[in-house]
Every structure is written in structure tokens, then in C-alpha cells.
């Protein structure tokens, strides 16, 4: 029986939370950040990528669901976050996580920089970790 206990707390600790106190502070409106290639692909191409961060994509982008983020993204190393895909959809904003203040940008790809004046951290959604070009 001290087994299973112990194998059940050691999964509590495994899946907890990565911050406890999540406050957005600022927020920006969702903006498109384009490579040379999405520039290469002309005006039409430009204009729908556009409206779809305008429209669609701005839904996962409210405060509760940054917040959701933030709370069970895995934290990786710069190298690692390659693995996620780079749209060009973001947003950019202020985010307190626990007691550390932090500028951060989200990507509509589901990863995330977080910037202080010391440091740069990457989180990122693991269901979509390794998913871009499937």
C-alpha cells in the first residue's frame, strides 16, 4: 500500500502546476510577424494571414486561456523550441508568474519567450511539440 501512495504523490508532483500566481498585466493586440518566405507570397497571401489573426485565432488568445498556458506549458531549452512551429500570428504582453515579472510573446504555434532583463525562458504547449509540417 505504501507503493501506490508513494506513486501517487510522486504523480502529483510530476503534473503540478508550473506557477501558482498567474496575473496578465498588459495585453496586446494580436499581431502578425512575417518571414521573408510568408512576405514572398504575395498580397493576397498577406491579407488572409492577416484576417485570420484578426478573426480566428485572436479567440486563443484571451486572457484566460494565456493564463491556461502559462499554468501547464513545459519549460525548454532555446534549442527545443525550434520543434514548435512559427506562425506568424502572436501576441506580446506583461505577465507576472508568481513574483517574476516577465515581457512575454506568445505564438499562435503554441509557444511562448519570456523575457526579463536577466533572462530568456521558452515554455510551450507539449500536445503540439513537434507537430509543425504534419
Do not use: W
Not at 506513486?7 to 503540478?16: I, M, S, T
Not at 484571451?62 to 501576441?91: G, L, V
Amino acid at each position: 500500500m505504501k507503493i501506490f501512495y508513494m506513486v501517487f504523490v510522486l504523480r502529483l508532483f510530476a503534473y503540478a502546476d508550473n506557477f501558482k500566481n498567474i496575473i496578465i498585466l498588459k495585453l496586446d493586440k494580436p499581431t502578425i510577424k512575417l518571414s521573408e518566405i510568408d512576405k514572398d507570397g504575395g498580397e493576397y497571401y498577406i491579407n488572409a494571414i492577416r484576417e485570420t489573426c484578426d478573426t480566428q485565432i485572436v479567440q486563443h488568445f484571451h486572457k484566460e486561456n494565456i493564463i491556461k498556458f502559462f499554468q501547464f506549458a513545459k519549460e525548454y531549452d532555446s534549442y527545443q523550441a525550434a520543434s514548435y512551429c512559427h506562425f506568424p500570428c502572436r501576441i506580446t504582453g506583461k505577465v507576472k508568474l508568481d513574483s517574476a515579472i516577465y515581457d512575454f510573446e506568445l505564438n499562435e504555434g503554441g509557444f511562448a519567450v519570456l523575457k526579463d532583463r536577466n533572462e530568456k525562458r521558452y515554455f510551450g504547449d507539449e500536445k503540439l511539440y513537434g507537430e509543425c509540417g504534419i
